[in-house]
C-alpha cells in the first residue's frame, strides 16, 4: 500500500463523509415525503467516489447516472443547489426540472450530466471525448455508470468507437452485483465486468472499491493514459450499495452476508482507520462529520425554503445548442 500525506487522506475522508451526509439527508426527505418522485442513493459506494474524482483534472468532463449525487458532491458540486434540484426547486442546478436522476452543471463542473436511461451516459461520453480530440482542448471525458449498463449495446458500441479513433475517455464502473434486483453475475459471463474491455484492446484495471486510494491509483493511471493520446481505458471498482435499488427498496432479494461483509468493509470507516494510523485524532474526525452533518442540514433548509419554478417556465431550457461542445449550431 503506497504512503499518503495525512493532509490527502483527510480531504479524501471529508469528501467521502460528506457524501454520506447529503445522501442521508436526501433519504431522510424522501422518507417524510418532501420530496417529489424517487431517489437512489449511492451509500457503501463513497470510497470508490472520491477517489475516482480525486484523479480528475479541472478541465476534465464526466457524464453520471441515476445514482449520481455522490459523482456531483465529489466534483464540487454546491450541496445547497443540488439538494434544491431535488425538491424541484428553482434554485436548483436544473431549476427544479431534472431532479434527483438529472443534475448537469457544465459552468463550473464540466458536468455533461446524470441520466436516468441505463447505459445512456456512454455514448455522450464517447461523444465528449471525440469533441475534445477534434477540439485539442487537452480533456478527458470520465464515464461513470453501474455493473448493470454494461449488458447494455451501448457499452459496446461506444468502447469500440473510442478504441478506434482513439479518444481521450475513461470508464468508471461502480459495480455494487445487483444492477435493479439482478445478480450481475446471474447475466453475465465473466467475473469482471472490466475485462470486456479487452475484446476491444482497451486496458483495463479492477480495483477494490472500498478503499479510496486504490481507486485513486487505477485513476490516475486511467486518466494518464487517455490524456496522452493512447485511447480509452476502464476501471471497474467493486463496491457496495448499502440500500435497495431506490430508496425505500428493502432489497430482499439480496443475501444477509452481502450487508454483513458491506458494513465489515466500509470504506469512510477503513480510511478513518488509517488516518488515526497517520496522526489524526478521533476528535478530528468527528469535527469532520460535525461539519457535513451541518452543511447538509443547512442545504436542505436551502432547498425547503426556496421557490418552486414559474408554471409559465415550464418549456424554458429543455434544449440547449448555443455551447461549443454542441452539434447542433
Same mark, same amino acid.
Given at each position: 500500500?503506497?504512503?499518503?500525506?495525512?493532509? $490527502? +487522506?483527510?480531504?479524501?475522508?471529508?469528501?467521502?463523509?460528506?457524501?454520506?451526509?447529503?445522501?442521508?439527508?436526501?433519504?431522510?426527505?424522501?422518507?417524510?415525503?418532501?420530496?417529489?418522485?424517487?431517489?437512489?442513493l449511492?451509500?457503501?459506494?463513497?470510497?470508490?467516489e472520491?477517489?475516482?474524482f480525486?484523479a480528475?483534472?479541472?478541465?476534465?468532463?464526466?457524464?453520471s447516472t441515476?445514482?449520481?449525487?455522490g459523482?456531483?458532491?465529489?466534483?464540487?458540486?454546491?450541496?445547497? +443547489?443540488?439538494?434544491?434540484?431535488?425538491? %424541484?426547486?428553482?434554485?436548483?442546478?436544473?431549476?427544479?426540472?431534472?431532479?434527483?436522476m438529472h443534475?448537469?452543471?457544465?459552468?463550473?463542473?464540466?458536468?455533461?450530466?446524470?441520466?436516468?436511461i441505463?447505459?445512456?451516459?456512454?455514448?455522450? #461520453?464517447?461523444?465528449?471525448?471525440?469533441?475534445s480530440?477534434i477540439?485539442?482542448?487537452?480533456?478527458v471525458?470520465?464515464?461513470?455508470? %453501474?455493473?448493470? #449498463?454494461t449488458?447494455?449495446?451501448? $457499452?459496446?458500441?461506444?468502447?469500440n468507437?473510442?478504441?478506434?479513433?482513439?479518444?481521450?475517455?475513461?470508464?468508471f464502473?461502480?459495480?455494487?452485483?445487483y444492477?435493479?434486483?439482478?445478480?450481475?453475475?446471474?447475466?453475465?459471463?465473466?467475473?469482471?465486468?472490466? #475485462?470486456?474491455?479487452?475484446?476491444?484492446?482497451?486496458?483495463?484495471?479492477?480495483?477494490? %472499491?472500498?478503499d479510496?486510494?486504490?481507486?485513486?491509483?487505477?485513476?490516475?493511471?486511467?486518466?494518464?493514459?487517455?490524456?496522452?493520446?493512447?485511447?480509452?481505458y476502464?476501471?471497474e471498482?467493486?463496491?457496495?450499495?448499502y440500500?435497495?435499488?431506490?430508496?425505500?427498496?428493502?432489497?430482499?432479494?439480496?443475501?444477509?452476508?452481502?450487508?454483513?461483509?458491506?458494513?465489515?468493509?466500509?470504506?469512510?470507516?477503513?480510511?478513518?482507520?488509517?488516518?488515526l494510523?497517520?496522526?489524526?485524532?478521533?476528535?478530528?474526525l468527528?469535527?469532520?462529520?460535525?461539519a457535513?452533518?451541518?452543511?447538509?442540514a443547512?442545504?436542505?433548509?436551502?432547498?425547503?425554503? #426556496?421557490?418552486?419554478?414559474?408554471?409559465?417556465?415550464?418549456?424554458?431550457?429543455?434544449?440547449?445548442?448555443?455551447?461549443e461542445?454542441?452539434?447542433?449550431?
Amino acid at each position: 500500500m503506497a504512503t499518503y500525506e495525512k493532509d $490527502f +487522506l483527510m480531504q479524501l475522508y471529508r469528501t467521502m463523509v460528506r457524501i454520506r451526509a447529503f445522501e442521508e439527508k436526501a433519504a431522510e426527505c424522501f422518507t417524510k415525503g418532501m420530496l417529489a418522485g424517487n431517489i437512489h442513493l449511492s451509500i457503501g459506494q463513497e470510497a470508490a467516489e472520491a477517489g475516482a474524482f480525486a484523479a480528475i483534472g479541472p478541465q476534465d468532463y464526466f457524464t453520471s447516472t441515476h445514482r449520481g449525487h455522490g459523482h456531483a458532491i465529489a466534483r464540487g458540486a454546491d450541496p445547497n +443547489l443540488a439538494m434544491a434540484e431535488l425538491f %424541484g426547486k428553482a434554485t436548483g442546478y436544473c431549476k427544479g426540472k431534472g431532479g434527483s436522476m438529472h443534475i448537469a452543471d457544465m459552468e463550473k463542473m464540466n458536468h455533461l450530466g446524470a441520466n436516468g436511461i441505463v447505459g445512456a451516459g456512454q455514448p455522450i #461520453s464517447a461523444g465528449s471525448a471525440l469533441a475534445s480530440k477534434i477540439m485539442g482542448d487537452g480533456a478527458v471525458t470520465v464515464g461513470c455508470f %453501474g455493473d448493470g #449498463s454494461t449488458n447494455e449495446g451501448s $457499452f459496446h458500441e461506444a468502447l469500440n468507437m473510442a478504441a478506434a479513433w482513439k479518444l481521450p475517455l475513461v470508464w468508471f464502473i461502480e459495480n455494487n452485483c445487483y444492477g435493479v434486483s439482478t445478480e450481475i453475475h446471474r447475466v453475465t459471463n465473466t467475473p469482471d465486468l472490466a #475485462s470486456r474491455a479487452a475484446a476491444y484492446g482497451v486496458p483495463y484495471a479492477v480495483v477494490d %472499491g472500498t478503499d479510496a486510494t486504490a481507486v485513486y491509483e487505477a485513476m490516475v493511471t486511467a486518466m494518464d493514459h487517455a490524456r496522452s493520446g493512447q485511447g480509452p481505458y476502464v476501471v471497474e471498482a467493486k463496491v457496495y450499495r448499502y440500500q435497495g435499488h431506490y430508496c425505500g427498496d428493502p432489497a430482499v432479494y439480496r443475501p444477509k452476508e452481502y450487508m454483513e461483509e458491506a458494513l465489515e468493509k466500509d470504506g469512510i470507516e477503513k480510511l478513518g482507520r488509517r488516518l488515526l494510523d497517520a496522526g489524526a485524532t478521533a476528535e478530528e474526525l468527528e469535527a469532520v462529520k460535525q461539519a457535513a452533518e451541518e452543511e447538509m442540514a443547512a442545504a436542505v433548509k436551502f432547498a425547503d425554503e #426556496s421557490p418552486y419554478p414559474d408554471p409559465a417556465t415550464v418549456l424554458d431550457d429543455m434544449y440547449v445548442s448555443d455551447n461549443e461542445r454542441c452539434v447542433a449550431r
